[in-house]
């Protein structure tokens, strides 16, 4: 063996010197992801909301009652607040400002110890910081001690002096940052996404009045409710229609611990509930949501056995049956949360789970007694949905039975692929038996099954969950997909892990995406969320000039085409595609199918809420709210099928 084959095969020295040591926070900007979940266009909304929860924690502290939240033209942000103001005395350990060592060092702040703040959305220590660390710049302005600080920062790094820039009456903090390009994909903020959170977070703090300015349009806003989360829920329902006049609002509040829950039995049949600890919207759950979803059940349970509304033979309620049509918010607030990573997506703090099961428990009892009419809105509709859970679970039953791998029964409509191993497979819903036949010639047989939907599903939103298991196309879909529904679903069974809607570019495929939207969205969301759904993108036109075509998928790129075709003079003709059946398999195949060449969106839902009142809106029986929709959004509406 010669001296450089001994050298290759022998392992690298690996010493002290190999140890990356990043300073200050170089940690946050090497990896943006683990501090504020990602660099797109929802990392960087969430830089504001991380300065917004510092000045939210003022106001639960009752050291503020306004917010003003800024968008500037040049796409920096400023968050104001009426708060005790950041301190600017200096620190103990690190001999620097409090307010520079807030701003620059990870993990420092006024929520360890517990006597700044009894209350914090903030966890970590690390918000301010995160966000300074990934802005080009950073301005930041303190009024205490009768005078007004400022200091500037670059990319978490100290560009200036703290300065006294002049004097005030009053205290607060303004904190001004530009996102740094170099770190996110998206700079540009949306008004509606900032809209809906600062909303949400005044509805959460009653007595809380947050102003949101967008210079860039001259739009000024203000939120102020001091019915608080009652308010909230009505906001939501406002689509719907609801079994009882008004939100059922229970409180309960000590040294350590409050809650606040609000909820309204609506006529429709999915369950919309959503979760906060001190303000932050704990998507994913956690102790609180358990605690109110077992006190709800077994506190309705008691009240109907004691009424006689359920007999001695009759079965409890489940959990379902009282939480079909629901729709609550359930807050809380606590001196020390502990959530699962910086993004705060679900509450881990046991003694809560105790706290609001025994006071959502002791309130609604209460309630029940002195509001008779209400309680038997609301176990009525609950005995009802029991009975129709029960005829659609042996429905439901039937269908994953029939759909099991084991006994190999598959719609016979289905045309399968040959591969077994489902990350290697994608699943095609296509629109008609025409657009089926053309891709089930073109497709891939090897990794590509085809499932052809005969007209359009039935409107979920609309219907009663024995119904669903009973139309045809839903419980072919079902079938298809192996991993079964709603409680019962279990992603890691299903058997293509890509869902690829395919519909015709005309106001009837729009329905049915729709339709089949809304199926997923409220039956089996972890398709949505762990990214296994996608719209297929077929071509608007063919474009054709001598020997050359184009194919083409959107009314600028065929303006440009044929803008190039004009300006020499050469003979064009388009064709516009509004079916799917149009095309041959092979053209199918081409534009639409072939992963080497097409282009498909996958679907995602970043905020569980504002899609629920979207699609309750669009596909639910209030027809008012749905009719504004289209008035509001029809002059921004592409590719119109008349």
Not at 65 to 76: F, L, P, R, Y
Not at 483 to 492: K, N, P, S
Request: proline share 3%.
């Amino acid at each position: 063996m010669d001296e450089e084959t001994s050298k290759v095969n022998q392992p690298e020295e690996y010493s002290a010197s190999d140890i990356q040591v990043l300073e200050g926070l170089e940690a946050v900007r090497k990896r943006p992801g683990m501090y504020i979940g990602s660099t797109d266009r929802r990392g960087l909304h969430h830089l504001v909301y991380e300065i917004v929860y510092n000045s939210v924690d003022e106001a639960m502290s009752g050291s503020c009652d306004k917010i003003i939240v800024t968008i500037h033209k040049d796409e920096s942000i400023s968050v104001e607040d009426n708060g005790r103001g950041i301190p600017v005395d200096i620190h103990p350990t690190t001999h620097k400002s409090a307010l520079e060592t807030i701003m620059t060092v990870l993990h420092a702040g006024g929520k360890f110890g517990g006597k700044a703040y009894q209350v914090s959305g903030g966890l970590h220590g690390v918000g301010a910081s995160v966000v300074n660390a990934l802005s080009a710049h950073t301005e930041v302005e303190v009024k205490r001690n009768g005078h007004i600080y400022k200091q500037t920062y670059s990319r978490g790094h100290v560009t200036s002096d703290l300065q006294i820039i002049g004097d005030c009456e009053g205290t607060g903090t303004t904190v001004t940052f530009l996102p740094d390009n170099q770190i996110f994909t998206e700079t540009v903020f949306e008004l509606d996404t900032l809209t809906e959170r600062i909303r949400e977070i005044a509805y959460l703090n009653r007595g809380l009045e947050i102003e949101l300015n967008d210079e860039r349009v001259d739009s000024y806003m203000s939120y102020f409710f001091e019915g608080g989360i009652a308010g909230f829920v009505r906001r939501l329902n406002r689509n719907r229609t609801a079994i009882h006049p008004h939100p059922i609002s229970l409180m309960r509040q000590t040294d350590k611990y409050s809650v606040e829950v609000a909820f309204q039995y609506t006529e429709n049949y999915t369950d919309n509930t959503f979760s906060f600890a001190n303000c932050v919207n704990t998507q994913d759950g956690g102790t609180h949501l358990t605690g109110f979803r077992t006190a709800l059940t077994r506190c309705l349970n008691d009240y109907a056995r004691r009424n006689g509304i359920l007999k001695d033979n009759d079965n409890n309620l489940t959990g379902d049956d009282v939480r079909e049509g629901i729709t609550a918010i359930v807050s809380v607030k606590l001196s020390e949360p502990q959530f699962e990573g910086q993004t705060k997506g679900k509450l881990g703090n046991i003694e809560m789970k105790t706290f609001v099961d025994q006071s959502v428990n002791d309130e609604l009892a209460l309630y029940l007694e002195e509001h008779p009419d209400d309680a038997k809105k609301i176990l009525e509709k609950c005995v009802l949905s029991a009975k129709a859970r029960d005829a659609a679970r042996h429905a439901r039953e039937l269908v994953t039975r029939k759909g099991s791998l084991e006994t190999g029964t598959l719609p016979g409509k289905l045309a399968d692929c040959s591969e077994k191993d489902p990350s290697q497979c994608e699943l095609f819903l296509v629109e008609g038996d025409s657009a089926g036949g053309s891709a089930k010639q073109g497709r891939n047989r090897r990794t590509q099954a085809i499932l052809p939907l005969r007209g359009k599903i039935l409107n979920v939103e609309k219907a009663s969950p024995d119904r669903m298991f009973a139309h045809e196309e839903i419980r072919a879909l079902i079938t298809a997909l192996g991993a079964g529904i709603d409680e019962d679903f279990d992603v890691t069974k299903l058997r293509y892990h890509q869902l690829v809607l395919m519909t015709d570019a005309d106001v009837d495929g729009a329905h049915i995406r729709t339709l089949l939207l809304t199926f997923f969205f409220r039956h089996m969301p972890q398709l949505i969320s762990e990214g296994h759904l996608f719209i297929a993108q077929p071509p608007l036109y063919k474009i054709k000039s001598a020997k050359e075509e184009h194919w083409v998928y959107s009314d600028a790129e065929k303006d440009e085409i044929a803008a190039k075709y004009r300006a020499s003079n050469k003979k064009y003709d388009v064709q516009r595609y509004k079916g799917l059946g149009e095309m041959s398999a092979e053209q199918l195949w081409e534009t639409t199918m072939n992963p080497e060449t097409r282009t498909m969106l996958q679907v995602e839902i970043e905020d569980a809420q504002k899609a629920d009142e979207i699609f309750s809106m669009l596909m639910g029986d209030n027809v008012e709210p749905r009719r504004n929709y289209i008035q509001t959004y029809a002059t921004q509406v592409k590719n119109l099928d008349i």
